[in-house]
């Protein structure tokens, strides 16, 4: 690797130009291009290869090929990728390398294609499963664990995952899709206009919507665009997606808040159901001429479970066992960490989960016996992939077995774990299986062959391509998907100040736009901004904060809009501070953007704790080149140690305020950022406050309609929002919820702002039915789930018409005392007694001015039932309840109570999968 950097260096500056240019869209060329590379690590690599022509040639022969890379000699390497990240990222300047896209049409993607569909596994007149059966009864022994490889690979690095004798074709497990199709590329619709794949706001912003119906369409619409592009071979070679990340925000530190973004474990549940509906939900044009109907995609719910840490010291998420140590239990898995993937699954019929790296209670996930217990209990008949290699973190990491092979053995069966995400099983499950290792069998296996292929052959891939029809180019980032997404970034934005009604502001004003953030670009589409959103895979067609404030501010001569940046997001140096001041000072008001930012993942990937970042991060704004400091970055592989603002923002914004001038905070970040520094910083003139998280590609657009008031769709948190100190009580490690001081809106008693909560630039007020009487009083456990619909008034009393958002609750209705004898872990530690657990949310979408709108919501036994702290059953209790229905605005009128009476013995309605 030394030998191959100082080579790289010294051709830096001797190298010549061997390569013509590309234009990357043309993805049906192979023309070179020089001093750029397309793509991220490689499914092979090839040595000895003299020219570029050589390079292209063996991309367009491997199936899975979309991009190559290029060195010229000595070093004389060629590098075969599966994906076009980052389009066009130009890393060589002195033009050492060549790289390029594969010429002609990808293959197919189908199997029992003429001549070769003359197999029982092609019959369309047959069952699914028996198809399924007759087509892994035809695989070869030798075959069957690299088809169980996701991405293909060999021990060779180039054995893909075709049965050429069988006339099925490889096949790519691994395309990852989160708030967009990662990877996809720009395409020609009929009219002639290049359209990008529908890129959506971050985690926490869809979360902060509580709007089922536009999360299931926002699916929906990745889901079809999937589909176009498999069609039209742009680089993607499956219909499976991993994502989305269901993971909760159990701790703002963690890198990856951005993927999730929920604290509340039935929100999550909710809006993953919400979601694999609208992903894998079969569509009208795909069935029009068949008897079963197709799934759209298989979605691939990550990842479970308990995976929340990174690289938080002295662990990394290679090597964390989430085990009582850490306060993790039967009771906490169910209570929280398994929720939504328990809700997805049964409510969903999600049809994949990805493993995690980290162990619970002892057992690497992979390796848990919890699949199994989903299957019987939840109904799951899905597959099940690990993540990267995670496999091998059971010996590696975990030190769980001795030997890849062991590891390999208890995966496959005890974990049904079907697909592995690296190379352990095509190196180690034959001979596991060879030597019995565990037990393990090729019964095992095959299980695993039918999981897999069972998926693929509801996806229609081994019938008849002219049986159904296929979305394409015109599907592709349409006008009615880019709607879809501005909206879900207005409602992702939450109001959390707006003092003496600052908002909405008035066009035809001197604002200045400042703050390290007020020109951002990319940062809008974080985590992950790899799908490109303008045509040249730049992101220079994004609308800016700035320029979104003065399309529409800027109505007369008098008016104008302009930005000066002051500091950069960690930089110390207030070089820039006298030049935004003295803007400021000229304005009218103050539009401050503040915050953090992530840079999807660390390229070193699996860092050890507490070592230096290669440069993974760099500063885009005034200072070029600078590295992020590592207590402020959030991304995978990497957790953050402060929840703190930078100083150098703080300090800014001091300054700021003591101008007097009305001023506007929008914040992006996405785990929490600290407030409590900021809103106790003196002002003397009114100040609002916006939580924008990473809004997606029309965020700009959205805070601006927002700040002005052509919009009033606000969420609400979707998080807790802790002091800066919370931190130093709470360690990362700590996965128990009831430890003190608490985490999340269920326990943690003194937030800055709490989970649910957001303004609106109207006034509400919510009434409940004038008696308690009726059906909430005669619930009873023998008939937990019939249910007692509930109808609650939402009231418009103010100026403006928009959205609301009702959030139930409920409580005992006798709550303990936590300062009263608190109760202790064997450990000593203090345990909390709950505040209020959500049990159901409504999103009410444009309520006029003086109107009223009624919301029905189901009350039952089941819906009150608990999770038992010794066993992890859920079961459905006697007793009084509070039902708190609470439109999160913080004043009196915006929560109204019910109480509710269960009657009747213990039933256990579930029981906790017998995995630990």
């Given amino acids: 690797m030394i030998l191959f950097r100082l080579l790289s260096l010294f051709f830096a500056f001797t190298g010549t130009k061997l390569c013509y240019p590309l234009n990357v869209a043309e993805?049906?060329?192979?023309?070179?291009?020089?001093?750029?590379?397309?793509?991220?690590?490689?499914?092979?690599?090839?040595?000895?290869?003299?020219?570029?022509?050589?390079?292209?040639?063996?991309?367009?022969?491997?199936?899975?090929?979309?991009?190559?890379?290029?060195?010229?000699?000595?070093?004389?390497?060629?590098?075969?990728?599966?994906?076009?990240?980052?389009?066009?990222?130009?890393?060589?300047?002195?033009?050492?390398?060549?790289?390029?896209?594969?010429?002609?049409?990808?293959?197919?993607?189908?199997a029992c294609v003429p001549p070769m569909d003359n197999f029982p596994f092609c019959d369309v007149t047959k069952s699914v499963k028996d198809r399924v059966l007759d087509l892994v009864g035809r695989i070869p022994d030798a075959d069957k664990a690299n088809l169980l490889t996701a991405r293909g690979l060999g021990g060779d690095g180039q054995h893909m995952q075709a049965l050429p004798t069988l006339g099925v074709p490889a096949y790519y497990w691994g395309t990852n899709?989160?708030?967009?199709?990662?990877?996809?590329?720009?395409?020609?619709?009929?009219?002639?206009?290049?359209?990008?794949?529908?890129?959506?706001?971050?985690?926490?912003?869809?979360?902060?919507?509580?709007?089922?119906?536009?999360?299931?369409?926002?699916?929906?619409?990745?889901?079809?665009?999937?589909?176009?592009?498999?069609?039209?071979?742009?680089?993607?070679?499956?219909?499976?997606?991993?994502?989305?990340?269901?993971?909760?925000?159990?701790?703002?530190?963690?890198?990856?808040?951005?993927?999730?973004?929920?604290?509340?474990?039935?929100?999550?549940?909710?809006?993953?159901?919400?979601?694999?509906?609208?992903?894998?939900?079969?569509?009208?044009?795909?069935?029009?001429?068949?008897?079963?109907?197709?799934?759209q995609g298989v979605i691939t719910l990550k990842h479970m479970a308990a995976n929340s840490l990174e690289n938080t010291f002295p662990f990394t998420r290679h090597t964390f066992d989430a085990n009582s140590t850490y306060g993790v239990s039967p009771y906490v898995m169910a209570d929280y960490y398994l929720k939504p993937f328990r809700a997805a699954i049964k409510n969903g019929k999600a049809r994949g989960v990805m493993c995690s790296y980290n162990a619970v209670l002892g057992v690497p996930t992979c390796l848990s016996p919890v699949i199994a217990g989903a299957r019987d209990q939840w109904g799951f008949e899905g597959y099940v992939t690990s993540d990267s290699d995670s496999v091998n973190d059971a010996t590696s990491g975990h030190h769980y077995t001795d030997t890849p092979v062991e590891a390999s053995a208890i995966a496959i069966s005890t974990g049904q774990c079907d697909i592995d995400s690296g190379d352990t099983y095509n190196k180690n499950l034959m001979a596991a299986v060879n030597g019995r290792v565990h037990g393990v069998s090729m019964a095992d296996v095959d299980r695993a062959l039918f999981n897999t292929f069972k998926q693929r052959f509801d996806l229609g891939l081994f019938d008849p391509i002219d049986s159904y029809s296929w979305p394409g180019a015109d599907d592709v980032g349409t006008d009615a998907s880019a709607a879809l997404s501005h909206?879900?970034?207005?409602?992702?934005?939450?109001?959390?100040?707006?003092?003496?009604?600052?908002?909405?502001?008035?066009?035809?004003?001197?604002?200045?736009?400042?703050?390290?953030?007020?020109?951002?670009?990319?940062?809008?589409?974080?985590?992950?901004?790899?799908?490109?959103?303008?045509?040249?895979?730049?992101?220079?067609?994004?609308?800016?904060?700035?320029?979104?404030?003065?399309?529409?501010?800027?109505?007369?001569?008098?008016?104008?809009?302009?930005?000066?940046a002051g500091c950069d997001l960690f930089n110390t140096s207030e070089h820039g501070f006298e030049e935004a001041l003295a803007l400021a000072r000229t304005a009218d008001v103050v539009v401050l953007g503040l915050g953090i930012e992530t840079c999807g993942m660390d390229p070193a990937h699996n860092l050890n704790p507490g070592a230096r970042r290669p440069g993974a991060c760099f500063q885009e704004k005034m200072t070029t080149g600078y590295v992020f400091p590592d207590e402020y970055l959030e991304l995978e592989a990497h957790d953050r140690t402060t929840?703190?603002?930078?100083?150098?923002?703080?300090?800014?914004?001091?300054?700021?305020?003591?101008?007097?001038?009305?001023?506007?905070?929008?914040?992006?970040?996405?785990?929490?950022?600290?407030?409590d520094d900021l809103t106790a910083l003196p002002a003397t003139a009114p100040v609002a406050i916006v939580e924008a998280f990473y809004p997606g590609p029309h965020g700009g657009t959205a805070l601006a309609e927002?700040?002005?008031?052509?919009?009033?769709?606000?969420?609400?948190?979707?998080?807790?929002?802790?002091?800066?100190?919370?931190?130093?009580?709470?360690?990362?490690?700590?996965?128990?919820?009831?430890?003190a001081p608490g985490r999340t809106y269920r326990y943690y008693r003194t937030p800055t702002y709490p989970f649910g909560f957001g303004l609106s630039l109207t006034s509400w007020t919510v009434e409940a039915p004038g008696s308690d009487s009726g059906c909430l009083a005669t619930l009873n456990t023998a008939t937990a789930t019939a249910t007692c619909t509930v109808g609650i008034t939402v009231h418009n009393t103010g100026s403006a018409s928009g959205d609301a958002v009702l959030l139930m609750y409920k409580?005992?209705?006798?709550?303990?005392?936590?300062?009263?004898?608190?109760?202790?872990?064997?450990?000593?530690?203090?345990?909390?007694?709950?505040?209020?657990?959500l049990i159901g949310f409504e999103r009410v979408k444009d309520v006029g001015v003086g109107a009223t709108a009624t919301v029905n919501f189901n009350v039952s036994a089941a819906i009150l039932a608990a999770v038992d702290e010794s066993s992890g059953d859920l079961i459905a209790?006697?007793?009084?309840?509070?039902?708190?229905?609470?439109?999160?605005?913080?004043?009196?009128?915006?929560?109204?109570?019910?109480?509710?009476?269960?009657?009747?013995?213990?039933?256990?309605?579930?029981?906790?999968?017998?995995?630990?």
């Fill in 877 to 916: 209790l006697s007793g009084r309840f509070i039902i708190e229905f609470d439109i999160g605005t913080g004043s009196a009128a915006s929560v109204t109570t019910l109480s509710a009476t269960v009657s009747g013995a213990p039933v256990v309605l579930e029981s906790f999968p017998k995995a630990y």
């Fill in 706 to 739: 927002g700040l002005f008031g052509k919009h009033n769709k606000w969420g609400r948190l979707p998080y807790t929002i802790y002091p800066a100190n919370w931190t130093a009580q709470t360690p990362m490690t700590m996965h128990d919820l009831r430890v």
């Fill in 177 to 295: 899709c989160l708030h967009s199709l990662n990877g996809g590329s720009c395409v020609r619709n009929s009219n002639n206009e290049t359209r990008c794949p529908t890129n959506f706001p971050s985690g926490p912003s869809f979360g902060a919507t509580f709007d089922r119906d536009l999360i299931r369409d926002m699916a929906g619409v990745i889901g079809q665009e999937l589909r176009a592009m498999f069609h039209l071979r742009k680089g993607h070679n499956s219909l499976d997606c991993w994502g989305p990340v269901i993971n909760l925000n159990r701790d703002p530190r963690w890198g990856r808040n951005g993927e999730g973004g929920l604290e509340d474990a039935y929100a999550m549940g909710e809006l993953a159901t919400a979601w694999t509906q609208g992903f894998q939900h079969p569509r009208a044009s795909l069935n029009a001429n068949r008897s079963e109907p197709l799934l």
């Fill in 643 to 675: 929840i703190a603002l930078p100083p150098v923002q703080l300090s800014f914004a001091r300054q700021i305020l003591a101008l007097g001038k009305p001023t506007v905070v929008f914040l992006m970040n996405a785990g929490a950022v600290a407030l």
């Fill in 811 to 837: 409580k005992l209705a006798t709550q303990t005392n936590p300062s009263a004898s608190p109760k202790k872990n064997s450990k000593g530690e203090t345990i909390l007694s709950p505040i209020r657990e």
């Fill in 487 to 564: 909206t879900a970034s207005q409602e992702g934005l939450v109001l959390l100040r707006n003092d003496a009604s600052l908002l909405p502001l008035t066009a035809g004003q001197r604002i200045a736009v400042v703050g390290p953030h007020a020109n951002a670009t990319k940062v809008l589409m974080q985590p992950y901004p790899f799908t490109p959103f303008c045509p040249d895979s730049s992101y220079d067609c994004l609308v800016t904060p700035t320029q979104a404030i003065a399309s529409i501010n800027d109505i007369n001569a008098n008016a104008w809009t302009r930005m000066a």
């Fill in 27 to 110: 993805a049906a060329q192979c023309t070179t291009f020089s001093g750029a590379t397309i793509g991220m690590s490689q499914i092979a690599t090839l040595f000895n290869i003299s020219e570029a022509q050589q390079c292209c040639d063996a991309c367009t022969s491997n199936d899975h090929c979309v991009a190559w890379t290029w060195h010229q000699p000595p070093i004389s390497t060629c590098f075969l990728k599966d994906n076009r990240l980052p389009t066009g990222r130009v890393v060589d300047k002195k033009n050492h390398t060549c790289s390029g896209l594969r010429s002609g049409p990808l293959p197919s993607g189908f």
